[in-house]
């Protein structure tokens, strides 16, 4: 048979409880919900991809330069025998091999960039089970604190997604 205490015991545990589903709810609202919009996850794996994709082109431009500055110093070095230039195009081919293998860096920024992406879509999986568990439409009827963000913060959107934001020539226009 219960004692008193036990139910008061049991009781306490169950207000606890019951408290503390009503914290993780607050969470779970808070993270899909900003002010934006948006959850605080949707695109980020988009925005994670875009750094890849943005890194990937750029070290590609950069090493397609050091190739065309190589055959050059190749042409040239065909066309001397000067000893002091020689001397220089041997620099430039030494400095033309540093900057491919600084280029590396792509790669395993990217491999790492990808293994985050992967952590943010399991993350997000998880809040979209417990969002599933409480009902979204619960969790869209949890009231969230604002953010404090200063007047710049809230300005601050980030460099656009491929389609996305403001184009070249609409802030153009906005000068004509």
Do not use: W
């Not at 195009?89 to 990217?110: H, K, M, R, Y």
């Amino acid at each position: 048979m219960e004692t008193k205490e036990e139910l008061e015991l049991l009781q306490a545990e169950i207000l606890n409880l019951f408290n503390y589903i009503q914290r993780v709810r607050k969470e779970v609202a808070a993270i899909t919900r900003s002010d934006e919009g948006n959850g605080r996850f949707d695109n980020m794996s988009d925005q994670l991809d875009a750094i890849v994709k943005a890194t990937e082109e750029a070290t590609n431009s950069i090493m397609e330069v050091v190739e065309q500055n190589t055959d050059t110093i190749d042409k040239i070095r065909e066309k001397t025998d000067n000893p002091e230039i020689l001397a220089l195009l041997d620099e430039l081919e030494n400095n033309s091999s540093n900057i491919f293998e600084a280029c590396t860096f792509q790669d395993i920024t990217g491999q790492r960039v990808t293994k985050i992406a992967r952590s943010v879509t399991y993350v997000e999986s998880r809040v979209n089970a417990l969002i599933q568990i409480f009902g979204k439409e619960h969790i869209e009827s949890v009231e969230i604190e604002d953010e404090d963000k200063t007047e710049d913060e809230q300005l601050l959107q980030g460099p656009q997604l491929q389609g996305e934001g403001v184009t070249q020539d609409e802030i153009d226009k906005l000068f004509d």
